[in-house]
């Protein structure tokens, strides 16, 4: 019953990764890419896609408390609640480089 339990929320965690890499960009997931360029673009900007979404999340979420210090990134992530800035992060760790 348990390992049922587990498959099923493995399941459903694929299948939003399987969503997320289809899906259009959320809400204001286009606004990062003036800087960190497009998927498929260039850009001197760490790129954003392919990087884990954990890892994005964290990083906007410190940016957002003034826990990381930044030149501009703090003022962006304090634009977004921290359900966005996860949609946003799920959709770009679900875009291939
Ligand atoms: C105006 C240009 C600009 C825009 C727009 C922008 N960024 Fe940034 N980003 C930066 C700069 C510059 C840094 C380096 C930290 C700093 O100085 O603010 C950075 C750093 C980051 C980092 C940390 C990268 C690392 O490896 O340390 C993340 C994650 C990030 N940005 C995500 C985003 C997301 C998500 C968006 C859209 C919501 C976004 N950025 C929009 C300029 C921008």
Redesign the pocket.
Known sequence: MKATRVSAGVAAVLLMIGVARGAEAPA??S??T???SAPSGVSA??R?SG?PQA??AD??IA?KSSAA??????R??KG?SDEE?RA??AW?AAQKP
Do not use: N, P, V
């Not at 210090?69 to 703090?74: E, H, R, S, V």
């Open positions: 204001g997931a606004s990062c003036g800087c960190h900007m760490r954003l990087l890892e994005i990083k906007m940016f210090t930044a030149t501009i990134m703090d962006i992530a977004f800035i946003i992060a770009y």
